[in-house]
């Protein structure tokens, strides 16, 4: 963690608090200590800790200043195997990816949907964690859909990509994005079906390519929102 985040107005960290147990046991920190700390979604600055036991540490807040800004990029990701999906989610929110969308595909799995990570919001922690490592306050909007009919309609940008070797997709590596915001859509293990492949495409998605290497949705995911965001010069 590379900060801590808060919610609105929260003083008290119980002991078997994840974020309890980092300032005590990785930053050593007891009474009067100050560490940096952030309101999620909002300002970043000191919390000062103002008392210490069993129960838990109290800490007093003083903000400094705004991190919370994220870059104008939103992802489309199909639904992955849980396991993946929580290793992109962290690594999206620490890029600063604004908005992932998140759809069931056609040749998906439908059940992924019924994983803790969705049903018991362990989702969340996930993303706040990725928004700690990368030091930021700034946390990810993430909306789970059912198609790529919703996944289309929840995405706002000015330009939209459709990472997928379809014919005619140019690498994405050669665009300059600079001042756009931009939907980048990637598909799951099995590929997007003909269908979907067509529904963006009606949408004005361009296909574009990563390069000439079949990549994993996780490991395109990072890729392909590392790749955008250097193309809007944000990286």
């Not at 909007?141 to 929840?154: D, H, P, Y």
């Not at 079906?193 to 990072?222: C, H, K, W």
């Amino acid at each position: 963690m590379n900060i801590i985040l808060l919610n609105e107005g929260e003083t008290f960290l119980p002991s078997s608090d994840d974020r309890a147990k980092h300032i005590r046991k990785i930053l050593h920190m007891g009474v009067g200590d100050s560490f940096r700390a952030g309101i999620i979604n909002g300002y970043e600055g000191n919390a000062r800790i103002t008392a210490s036991d069993e129960k838990g540490i109290t800490i007093d807040f003083t903000p400094t200043k705004d991190s919370s800004g994220l870059y104008p990029l939103t992802m489309i990701i199909a639904q992955v195997r849980p396991i993946c999906m929580r290793r992109i989610l962290r690594e999206t929110v620490s890029l600063g990816v604004s908005h992932l969308i998140l759809p069931v595909s056609d040749l998906g799995e439908k059940s992924y949907l019924e994983a803790s990570l969705y049903t018991k919001g362990e989702y969340k922690d996930i993303l706040l964690d990725g928004a700690m490592q990368a030091g930021a306050t700034g946390v990810s909007r993430v909306s789970i859909v059912k198609n790529v009919e919703e996944a289309v309609a929840s995405a706002d940008g000015d330009v939209h990509i459709l990472l997928d070797n379809a014919v005619g997709a140019t690498p994405l590596s050669r665009e300059n994005l600079e001042g756009k915001s931009v939907v980048l859509a990637i598909g799951p293990e099995r590929g997007w079906s003909g269908r979907e492949r067509q529904y963006f495409i009606d949408n004005d998605y361009r296909p574009m390519l990563l390069g000439d290497r079949i990549l994993r949705t996780e490991t395109a995911a990072v890729a392909g929102a590392a790749m955008a965001l250097a193309a809007m010069k944000l990286l």
